[in-house]
């Protein structure tokens, strides 16, 4: 009379930000010491100019560990900490990040001086480091790639010397207004009242498009009601909801709230 013995099979689903970078070099020109050196270079730069702890971004080879072209940057942490859309909505974040990586890497550098090539690219006086060091880029999280990891590939310095002299321009799909269904009257109060250009590109969530969104002031415009689940992960995201009636006479004191969320964005 005993229940027949089932099996059961946990599964958990997760979501994570995550940011792929891919060197715009052939590929035939990159070898697997110089993706792993840049990989793990900036990594320690984004967990310096951050203040991450070490495990708080990971990265992964990509498409594989064998045949390396790029890498994926994640955010491990719970809840993210929002790093990976600073590096490509703030033009000077990657750039920091490429110089601190440089210095962690026992170069000397300075934000005001630096090298014209990588020829110029000198140690440190006092640095005892040959290909890496566990006070550079090795560490516990990458002790499978230790072999690959050679600071001195000159590709590798090559490539970080030229982000760190870089600014990052962020670039959306066009797409106009009025194939976003936004009435032409409201944009012209947005200019009105000098409040940034919405994102050319809309917002997808669980295949539900929010037209009118501002990714870097984390600031989304509603002119109907979400699903309650995705109005929760906008919110756990850090976004700020501003709610529009269908009625353009109400617009005016809406506006006035909208432009008060951007001061407070920017402040």
């Not at 099979?9 to 010491?33: C, G, H, T, W, Y």
């Not at 110029?120 to 560490?139: E, I």
């Not at 200019?191 to 989304?220: A, F």
């Amino acid at each position: 009379m005993a229940n027949p013995r089932q099996w059961i099979v946990p599964s958990v689903e997760d979501r994570k930000n995550a940011l792929f970078i891919k060197p715009a070099i052939p590929e035939k020109e990159l070898n697997p010491k110089t993706v792993a050196t840049i990989q793990y270079g900036l990594l320690r730069g984004i967990e310096e100019v951050f203040q991450l702890e070490e495990g708080e971004i990971l990265a992964e080879p990509m498409p594989s560990s064998d045949g390396r072209s790029g890498f994926l940057l994640y955010e491990a942490a719970e809840g993210g900490a929002g790093v990976l859309t600073r590096l490509v909505t703030d033009s000077q974040s990657l750039s920091q990040v490429a110089l601190e990586a440089l210095k962690i890497m026992h170069f000397d550098v300075d934000a005001t001086k630096l090298p014209s090539s990588v020829e110029h690219l000198n140690d440190l006086g006092s640095q005892v480091c040959v290909a890496g060091c566990y006070k550079c880029l090795l560490s516990y999280f990458n002790q499978t790639d230790h072999e690959l990891i050679d600071r001195r590939d000159s590709l590798a310095k090559s490539i970080l010397l030229k982000m760190a002299k870089s600014k990052t321009q962020h670039q959306d799909c066009e797409v106009e207004s009025a194939q976003l269904n936004i009435d032409p009257n409201w944009i012209v109060l947005l200019d009105q009242n000098k409040i940034p250009s919405i994102d050319r590109k809309p917002l997808s969530i669980e295949g539900t498009i929010i037209p009118v969104v501002w990714r870097s002031h984390y600031i989304v415009a509603l002119f109907s009601d979400l699903p309650r689940h995705i109005e929760k992960q906008l919110e756990d995201k850090g976004f700020t909801l501003v709610r529009f009636s269908q009625d353009p006479t109400s617009w005016a004191a809406q506006i006035k709230t909208l432009a008060k969320c951007f001061e407070g964005a920017s402040s």
